[in-house]
């Protein structure tokens, strides 16, 4: 902040404002910038006011570094001193668990839960399930691929909202969730006390996205999870059918018809357009867009179900007798 000197009518910083500590040439009039509107249209010389003003603008300086910024999710805020999820930012993320772990952290703890979550699930699929030609040895490795698809699912789902983020300069990390860790515990206590009975379900945190201001940027960004779901979906179902047609393995067929399950159920899931799940910025960003995603996830979902897995002996019979 510089200071204006009433006896010369230069503008020096605090140290310097006073005559004596910058040499000042003598007296002269206050420059006509000081008489402008944009001084009031007056000129206070009075430097008691200046030190006053001075205190001022350094509390408010001061209160702006130390007052912490707290956003709900995703802010759309687009200036940032550096990095917003630095805790020295003074951005504070309501709802992340351990801001200020690396994200490497917050992915590995992710995986663990997914792919825990995962072996359980598969665990009750192909629990007590009578395959011909099924080995000992593939139903204990069974769960381990499986559990390897839905976490596969679940992270390209999160990395795909990421980088899409970033593609647009915007900073994006994972980061988990103190809500959805509190639910994905509830869903563990309730499947072993159910004995295996209630699915357990599993959102140990999300992407988060600073700045999306932009309509079509939120849409695009949001669009990606779903669509890599879709994608992985109609790849998976391919390789099911071509197992069968080789006569790999009918638990084979099975295994991949799973793997597409579980990719077009995550990404159906998170078209739902309500709160913050992708579907509700997907559907203001271009409705086709939505109707387009919501469907083809709907219609995946109700044949790998109900037209495979419902029906599994009529595709053992086209195939294997």
């Avoid at 001022?56 to 001061?62: F, T, V, Y």
């Avoid at 209160?63 to 910024?69: A, N």
């Avoid at 490497?104 to 839960?113: G, M, S």
């Avoid at 997907?282 to 219609?299: D, R």
Wanted: hydrophobic content about 45%; proline content about 7%.
């Amino acid at each position: 902040m510089l200071f204006p000197c009433r006896h010369c009518g230069k503008s020096f910083c605090a140290s310097h404002r006073l005559p004596e500590n910058h040499g000042c040439a003598g007296s002269a009039s206050p420059p006509a910038s000081m008489t402008s509107p944009a001084y009031g249209g007056s000129y206070s010389p009075n430097y008691a006011d200046q030190d006053l003003e001075m205190a001022q603008n350094l509390a408010r300086a001061q209160s702006r570094i130390q007052q912490p910024r707290e956003y709900v999710w995703e802010p759309k805020i687009t200036e940032f001193d550096g990095d917003p999820f630095d805790p020295k930012s003074g951005v504070i993320l309501k709802g992340v668990f351990w801001p200020k772990g690396k994200e490497a952290f917050h992915i590995i703890i992710a995986f663990v839960l997914m792919f825990f979550i995962g072996m359980l699930i598969s665990n009750s699929a192909f629990l007590g399930v009578i395959l011909p030609g099924f080995e000992p040895l593939e139903q204990q490795l069974f769960p381990f691929f499986l559990a390897s698809m839905s976490t596969s699912g679940f992270l390209i789902h999160e990395f795909a909202h990421r980088q899409t983020g970033r593609r647009f300069k915007l900073p994006a990390k994972f980061r988990l969730l103190t809500f959805g860790l509190m639910l994905t515990a509830i869903g563990i206590v309730l499947y072993y006390a159910t004995n295996g009975q209630f699915p357990p379900f599993a959102l140990p945190g999300a992407v988060v996205v600073i700045g999306l201001e932009k309509r079509d940027q939120a849409g695009k960004c949001k669009a990606a999870g779903p669509i890599s779901n879709l994608i992985i979906s109609l790849v998976l179902i391919p390789i099911a059918f071509l197992t069968a047609s080789i006569r790999l393995g009918f638990e084979y067929f099975i295994l991949f018809i799973y793997g597409s399950y579980f990719n077009s159920f995550l990404g159906l899931f998170n078209m739902l357009p309500v709160g913050l799940l992708d579907g509700h910025e997907i559907l203001k960003y271009k409705k086709w867009l939505w109707v387009l995603l919501f469907f083809s996830l709907l219609s995946l979902w109700i044949f790998e179900v109900i037209g495979v897995l419902k029906n599994a002996n009529y595709w053992f019979t086209l195939f294997y007798s």
